[in-house]
């Protein structure tokens, strides 16, 4: 592994400790903080109300077991073509990959360790969600731009 290579994996791998530690702790003080009450923002626009999702994602019911299994499987298929297939090279890129390694580590030990999935985060009309849902989601659109926009450079 050139030197290039393992010094974006430490910054990766840095950077989606950090996610996940912070996704971590906000679950935690969620636990703690919103027991029995909710907090609301602007009328009801935001809303931090303490929920336990117990189904994958978007509420789809699938056994505990195929879950875990689908989590984890989803963790290698990410490694492996963010290792493999498509190293990040940039900044935006590897931000972007450890967003995504962040998020999906949180809500699989979430899941794995606690059969359910600590949700806490509700903005209008949108579902209930955490930390590691928004940089799941944060993390694929940074890598969406680049992409496109990689593509747009090199036509």
Not at 7 to 31: M, N, P, Q, V, Y
């Amino acid at each position: 592994m050139r030197l290039d290579a393992l010094r974006r994996f430490f910054w990766i791998s840095g950077g989606a400790l950090l996610f996940f530690c912070a996704d971590r702790l906000t679950k935690l003080w969620a636990e703690e903080a919103l027991a029995g009450r909710d907090l609301s923002f602007s009328g009801n626009f935001l809303r931090l109300t303490l929920t336990y999702n117990a189904k994958l994602a978007f509420s789809l019911p699938f056994p505990l077991a195929a879950q875990v299994l689908l989590s984890g499987l989803l963790l290698f298929v990410l490694m492996w073509y963010f290792t493999r297939i498509h190293p990040p090279k940039g900044l935006w890129e590897s931000l972007a990959a450890a967003l995504i390694f962040g998020g999906a580590l949180g809500n699989f030990v979430d899941r794995f360790f606690f059969h359910e999935v600590v949700d806490f985060i509700a903005v209008w009309k949108f579902p209930v969600f955490n930390l590691a849902d928004s940089f799941l989601f944060l993390g694929a659109v940074f890598f969406l731009i680049y992409e496109v926009g990689g593509r747009r450079k090199k036509s």
